[in-house]
């Protein structure tokens, strides 16, 4: 039971659980490379931590998953805690409207992504952390193990490597960004970079325990260290609830109603301010790359909670 509103989290979990588990849902497991391909479809696991400490966990929340574009909250975390204010000269803050690798946007907004969280969005960022971090990957990777409070959270090499033989159309976005300007460094290098970002593998309750940073407005719940400002954070959850989730980012308001966050590996996360995180992960996607349980889920819990953002 989550103290401070009373509400039986575990019950309305386990309810929701049991309720879709065994629907058969449209959807199909991302394919273009093989890592991805041969996950079972029906892995289901949620985990919700309260920010008063209560943790409920339903189905395969222990089991490592690849967080794939979920990283790029991540990353744009900390680029905007590097670089302040001056990162929206290089990146927009408004949803796309587009698939998520979408290239049409950038010919007229002259090589400027349209907000951090689609692929050349993400890319941009990852331009900047290449150019601002001592050891790109090492000291991305100890970012991500002191939000998470978790040393166990990996790249998967194997992932990042095959993300990078198929990877022709991130290939392009750079390219096309770099002829702008908009690319600093070796488009090798940054795509390198991204591949790994895209390629962390974390549990529900890891990824859970990560995201309580934004509900708790910038500052990690176990140290206490702050790790983007109040104002900071309020932008990266605007973003979340904007742009979240590509061409479904209104359809996820619409029935959820939180900031949140998808991946083509089948994980979602959303926040709920002063109150919660949770992680679901179910690996069939739907048309626009979401997973349909882990829409489906959160529709529920928060019907069933009576409690959304709006
Ligand atoms: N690695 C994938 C890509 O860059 C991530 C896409 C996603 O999760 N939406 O295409």
Request: glycine share 8%; with cysteine.
């Amino acid at each position: 039971m989550c103290l401070l509103e009373q509400i039986n989290y575990q019950l309305i979990l386990s309810d929701i659980y049991e309720e879709i588990a065994n629907i058969d849902y449209e959807g199909n497991v991302a394919n273009y490379i093989p890592q991805l391909a041969k996950v079972n479809p029906e892995k289901f696991g949620i985990h919700l931590c309260c920010l008063n400490e209560g943790n409920y966990a339903m189905g395969d929340s222990n089991e490592k998953f690849s967080i794939q574009s979920i990283s790029k909250v991540l990353s744009l975390t900390l680029a905007f805690s590097m670089m302040g204010d001056k990162l929206w000269e290089r990146v927009g803050v408004e949803p796309s409207g587009n698939p998520f690798n979408s290239l049409i946007q950038l010919e007229t907004e002259n090589g400027i992504p349209r907000n951090p969280l689609i692929n050349s969005g993400a890319l941009v960022i990852s331009d900047i952390l290449v150019s601002n971090l001592v050891n790109p990957k090492a000291d991305y990777l100890s970012f991500i193990r002191k939000i998470s409070g978790s040393d166990e959270i990996q790249y998967n090499t194997a992932v990042a490597n095959s993300e990078k033989e198929t990877g022709f159309r991130n290939t392009a976005l750079i390219n096309f960004m770099k002829s702008f300007g908009n690319i600093k460094n070796d488009p090798e290098t940054v795509l390198d970079f991204y591949f790994h970002l895209c390629s962390i593998e974390m549990t529900c309750k890891e990824l859970a325990r990560t995201f309580l940073l934004f509900a708790n407005h910038g500052t990690l719940t176990g140290t206490g260290e702050c790790i983007v400002s109040r104002s900071q954070s309020k932008r990266v959850n605007a973003i979340m609830q904007t742009c979240g989730f590509y061409d479904e980012a209104g359809e996820f308001s619409f029935k959820v109603g939180l900031p949140g966050k998808s991946g083509v590996g089948g994980g979602i996360v959303a926040i709920h301010p002063d109150k919660y995180s949770i992680a679901v992960w179910s690996p069939k996607l739907n048309k626009k790359g979401n997973s349909t349980k882990g829409m489906k889920t959160l529709e529920l819990l928060t019907t069933r909670t009576e409690l959304s953002i709006f």
